[in-house]
């Protein structure tokens, strides 16, 4: 018998969010796979036949997604887990202030995750079972001089999970902050990054820390390296190029 019987794994169509589908899939869930692409996430559920049941969605959209997520969970018989992972990074130059991007990047990064977080919140409020995931980063830890709407809409995320979390622990239910480093997906690559973890590490990776409240890195060395770096003083780190 799976960990989790059903799921939802919002931003599905590519990356972590298609590694997260394949996975939970192969060991027996039953997955909702939401994305904009619905001919991707067709093409994950064809090898899982009656296990992945794909939804073409907009996230943007959120007067859509209390009633997308009432047919889903309809359709999946319950509800154990729901992952909100989509994400986007616009490319934004150094002297670069474009109110248009930044907007878009909390449309998606914020807006979207408050939509579909707050209606999985309701439903498992009400029942006192299930778990809830955002998938952050290591970006809203600090406002780094690159990415600041990214940053800031991570760091969003981060106390919107948090908030989650004092909430709905009386409750029984799990709810937890991923924080993974560069990993090699379209998100981060215009940004060539050297050493990106593995799409389907950071899925496998992310499905092992789920199990545990709170947030979590999904490498050791960042876990470290950002406890550091949440404590430089300002004077400095502004002077810092990272």
């Not at 909390?106 to 079972?129: C, E, P, Q, S, Y």
């Not at 990415?147 to 029984?172: C, T, V």
């Amino acid at each position: 018998m799976p960990e989790y019987k059903t799921a939802i794994v919002v931003g599905a169509s590519a990356g972590i969010g298609a590694e997260l589908v394949k996975q939970l899939a192969q060991n027996g869930t039953k997955v909702a796979a939401v994305a904009r692409r619905l001919e991707r996430l067709e093409g994950i559920a064809a090898g899982f036949p009656d296990l992945v049941l794909p939804y073409a969605h907009d996230v943007t959209h959120t007067g859509e997604a209390a009633a997308l997520f009432q047919r889903i969970t309809d359709d999946l018989g319950g509800l154990d887990l729901v992952i909100y992972n989509a994400g986007i990074m616009s490319d934004v130059g150094p002297h670069e202030y474009d109110t248009a991007k930044d907007v878009a990047t909390f449309a998606t990064n914020v807006d979207g995750a408050m939509a579909w977080l707050n209606a999985a919140a309701a439903r498992m409020d009400r029942t006192g079972h299930g778990t809830l995931v955002g998938i952050g980063s290591v970006a809203g830890d600090r406002g780094r001089l690159g990415q600041p709407a990214y940053n800031a809409s991570k760091a969003a995320l981060h106390s919107f999970m948090e908030s989650l979390r004092n909430r709905l622990h009386r409750r029984g239910v799990t709810v937890v902050t991923i924080k993974p480093g560069p990993v090699a997906t379209d998100l981060i690559a215009h940004l060539h990054f050297r050493n990106a973890m593995a799409a389907a590490e950071a899925a496998r990776r992310t499905l092992k820390l789920i199990r545990k409240p709170g947030e979590h890195y999904l490498s050791p060395f960042h876990r470290l390296a950002f406890l550091v770096i949440r404590h430089i003083p300002s004077p400095i780190f502004r002077r810092m190029k990272i």
